[in-house]
């Protein structure tokens, strides 16, 4: 149980053009996601935490209107790079909490590879 | 402000040696652990937690932890490791329910034969 999806794994765009990334709960639901960005060789760092139903929380430093996060429902969270440079070439995970259930433990996608030319 | 420190950035152990990796907290109550492992181009598997309760904690994969709250550390350790235990492993807090996790940068682990 507590299977995360992200969807794609692997996505090659070009600069200027914007990319969605979707993460699923497949099999709980999920009131509130987080999505992290990891750079080569670094540690995960937040981006925003994304909450069902209502604007996502963006970390000092993000640029909101630069990655959309929505979450419409409780079992997916979408991530869209839009206008993607270079930079924003990265590996983006994100992890969502089981709804209902006070408990400290988040369950990771396996990652979005995405690569900006 | 919460942080985690993992001090090695790259460990080298030769295959059936014993491990530690360290892990430091900074964080003022009673901090929620965890220990990540990462395969290159993978997601995060989660390897074992501290809640409370006893202070070793035995996870998957062989791999075990103790909380030493004097210490303010979490130290991942294994008996042996396996060519196949060749991973980034990162330590994370996290400081209430709900909150995202705060990471360390992580220890990369080289297995020699």
């Known amino acids: 149980g507590a299977v995360v999806s992200q969807h794609p794994s692997r996505v090659i765009c070009k600069s200027g053009t914007s990319v969605k990334i979707e993460c699923r709960s497949l099999?709980?639901?999920?009131?509130?996601m987080f999505w992290y960005r990891q750079f080569p060789k670094k540690s995960l760092m937040l981006m925003a935490t994304?909450?069902?139903?209502?604007?996502?929380?963006?970390e000092q430093g993000v640029e909101k209107d630069k990655f959309l996060i929505n979450h419409a429902s409780l079992t997916l969270s979408t991530l869209t790079v839009t206008s993607a440079h270079p930079e924003d070439s990265s590996f983006y995970i994100c992890?969502?909490?089981?709804?209902?259930?006070?408990?400290?433990?988040?369950?990771f996608g396996p990652g979005t590879r995405l690569t900006v030319t | 402000a919460q942080s985690v420190t993992q001090p090695d950035i790259h460990i080298t152990v030769s295959e059936g040696a014993s491990l530690e990796l360290r892990c430091n907290y900074s964080?003022?109550?009673?901090?929620?652990l965890f220990w990540y492992v990462q395969s290159p181009g993978q997601g995060l598997q989660l390897l074992l937690k501290?809640?409370?309760?006893?202070?070793l904690v035995q996870g998957i994969k062989g791999f075990e932890a103790e909380f030493k709250r004097s210490q303010s550390s979490f130290n991942l350790r294994k008996p042996s490791v396996h060519w196949s235990d060749a991973a980034e492993y990162f330590c994370?807090?996290?400081?209430?329910?709900?909150?995202?996790?705060?990471f360390g940068k992580g220890t990369t682990l080289s297995v020699s034969s």
């Open positions: 992890s969502a909490r089981v709804s209902g259930i006070t408990s400290y433990e988040q369950y």
């Open positions: 099999d709980f639901q999920a009131t509130t």
């Open positions: 994304s909450n069902e139903g209502s604007k996502a929380t963006y």
């Open positions: 964080y003022g109550a009673t901090p929620y």
């Open positions: 501290y809640f409370s309760g006893d202070t």
């Open positions: 994370a807090v996290g400081a209430q329910a709900g909150t995202a996790l705060i």
